[in-house]
Nanobody, 120 residues
């Protein structure tokens, strides 16, 4: 059974930084494409960023490009999201997700989420 556990969320002021972590167990981490999504109150869950299984390819939503950085450590079975220059509109529950790298489509595995709140 694959489990994803996020950590690192919190309450920060606008302009601050946070680093989220997502630890994966029960599966073959290095074979997964990983992603971060977020869901703000009253809104649908939205894509934030994704990283290939090797870490060599990343993609970002326009709203976070140049401020957020996704990375992974395959030796630690962990994916990270470094968030800089945070804005109040970044306030959301952040979820990490995984799917086998050899296919597209929806993500199979999800974490429980971690709250990020950015005050103005």
């Amino acid at each position: 059974q694959v489990q994803l556990v996020e950590s690192g969320g919190g309450l920060v002021q606008a302009g601050a930084s946070l680093k989220l972590s997502c630890a994966v167990s029960g599966g073959t981490f290095r074979s997964y494409r990983m992603a971060w999504f977020r869901q703000a109150p009253g809104k649908e869950r939205e894509f934030v960023t994704t990283i290939s299984s090797s870490g060599g390819n990343t993609r970002y939503a326009d709203s976070v490009k140049s401020r957020f950085t996704i990375s992974r450590d395959n030796a630690k079975n962990t994916v990270y999201l470094q968030m800089n220059s945070l804005k109040p509109e970044d306030t959301a529950v952040y979820y990490c997700a995984a799917r086998p790298a050899d296919r597209g489509g929806q993500y199979d595995y999800w974490g429980q989420g971690t709250q990020v709140t950015v005050s103005s």
